[in-house]
């Protein structure tokens, strides 16, 4: 009779690991590099640096070209369907522009919002902060996601590093 109840508690943990592994990890898996390359990218703008830029932009494209979407949600897919072309344009847009800071900042706000709108639809298991910089493009303000709560301005670069306010924090 205790081998009979061992089995059914046995069984009943792989049931719970299951359910939590389709509700967490293996999606989110598929578009972790795709903010790795991201965050690349948001810190060499930080940092001024158009080269290393270029090269995180390119890294974007092909992290979001290769991602799997199979097992995902159909929001999820919706989400995706709608930003995948634009922020592999992005990418590729930046990574072609390594001369031309400026224009790959310009790049890098429409992908932030949909980086921003993939990340909410996923439930990464990281913590981000979804930042402001009021005074980029004229103060028009732009916005930014972060892997860190310091701020490093992406818009400004060395300038005005410290420029923005944290508006969410996503978890």
């Given at each position: 009779m205790?081998?009979?109840s061992m089995m059914d508690s046995g069984m009943?943990?792989?049931?719970?690991?299951?359910?939590?592994?389709?509700?967490?990890?293996?999606?989110?898996?598929?578009?972790?590099?795709?903010?790795?390359?991201?965050f690349n990218l948001k810190n060499a703008l930080a940092n001024d640096d158009a080269k290393e830029a270029a090269t995180a932009g390119k890294a974007v494209a092909l992290a979001v070209a290769n991602v799997d979407a199979?097992?995902?949600s159909a929001e999820q897919k919706k989400v995706y369907d709608d930003v995948?072309?634009?922020m592999k344009e992005h990418g590729e847009h930046i990574s072609e522009n390594a001369g031309k800071i400026a224009h790959q900042r310009e790049h890098f706000e429409t992908l932030s919002k949909d980086m921003y709108d993939l990340v909410k639809v996923f439930n990464?298991?990281?913590?981000?902060?979804?930042?402001?910089?009021?005074?980029?493009n004229n103060n028009k303000g732009a916005n930014w996601l972060s892997e860190v709560k310091e701020i490093r301005n992406p818009y400004?670069?060395?300038k005005m590093p410290t420029c923005g306010t944290i508006k969410e924090d996503l978890k």
């Open positions: 205790g081998d009979h009943h943990h792989m049931d719970n690991t299951t359910r939590e592994n389709q509700a967490g990890n293996p999606t989110n898996k598929q578009i972790e590099p795709v903010l790795d390359a991201y199979a097992s995902w995948k072309d634009d990464t298991g990281k913590t981000m902060y979804y930042t402001n910089c009021p005074m980029y400004l670069g060395k």
